[in-house]
């Protein structure tokens, strides 16, 4: 099978040198100074836990010159999907075109140029940022370094097919944990209305996530915000996923704080959260948009989200 990568950031960096180092056909496409960097040197990632250097010296491109691809990985931010789509649509051979991020708007738009039985969605695991040419990663916490975060995956439609399966299995096979989401659009909603509270909370500090920690009343502000994006997510009909979600909005707010105050004083979250909000802040305000649209339309009190979202 033939996999093109496209977009050269930190997760298709990582995922584009875990396929390549496991002997699989992949060719990743980058543009400007990225795809100059990778021709000559490769891609570079650094682990964030343990400084171990990976160097993948992959075959990259900067513009479809052959579009003979079966598998094409897409990591680019939402705000961007649309003006690549008529690239994405000269991949006539390609049976499954995977897009990996947080996603409210939906697919409809890529259903219509692609092909809706060719498109599915997904969310990577690791959190990381840039040194120069270098990924620098994080994929699992210091204290379990063997547990790493799983990538999520799925069918538009919910069904376990035997090509998400396939999919499934060459991940695996380049020691990319794996898991199958059943309803991929509740997941992707999820975990968008969640992030969009956390990164409100850290841009109100500036990402210094530390100081975030230590701010008893905002991030009691944020845990409202939290419980208030899922009751809106709730009345909108969107299934929340994972379950653990559901379970945020009957835990006491103390036990909440504590947990996030834990969380947010960690290593992952200064790499993973701030990294990403850091790199995608005008993703994070299209996000934003759409989610209080939807806010809007519910009968759910929002003034800590409100609040919160404002920060973005």
Known sequence: MKILVFGAGVLGSYYAAKLFNAKLDV????????????????????NYLSDEKIIAPIKVIDKLDSTDFDLVLIFVQSIHVKKILPILSKVKKAESFLFFGNNFAGFEKVCQVLGKERVLAGFGAIGGKRKGH???????????????GPIIIGEL?????DRILKIKEILHS?????????????????????ILSLAGAAYKVNLELKK?????QLLYLM???????????????????????????????FILYRMFKKLLGSEFAAI??????RAARSEMKALCLDFLKLAKESSVQTDALNTILSYI
């Open 27 to 46: 060719t990743i496409l980058a543009r400007g100074e990225k795809y100059k960097n990778i021709k000559e040197k490769g891609i570079v990632l650094e």
């Open 134 to 148: 270098t990924v620098v990663f994080a994929d699992a916490d210091r204290r379990k370094p063997e547990k790493k």
């Open 157 to 161: 439609n919910g069904l376990l097919t």
């Open 174 to 194: 380049a020691g990319i944990e794996v898991k199958i989401s059943r309803d991929i659009n509740g997941w992707l909603k999820t975990h968008a209305a969640v």
């Open 212 to 216: 975030l920690a230590e701010n008893k």
């Open 223 to 253: 845990i409202r915000s939290i419980k208030q994006s899922i009751k809106v997510l709730f009345y909108a009909g969107i299934t929340i996923e994972p379950f653990k979600y559901r379970i945020l909005t009957l835990l006491p707010d």
């Open 272 to 277: 993973g959260l701030a990294g990403h909000a």
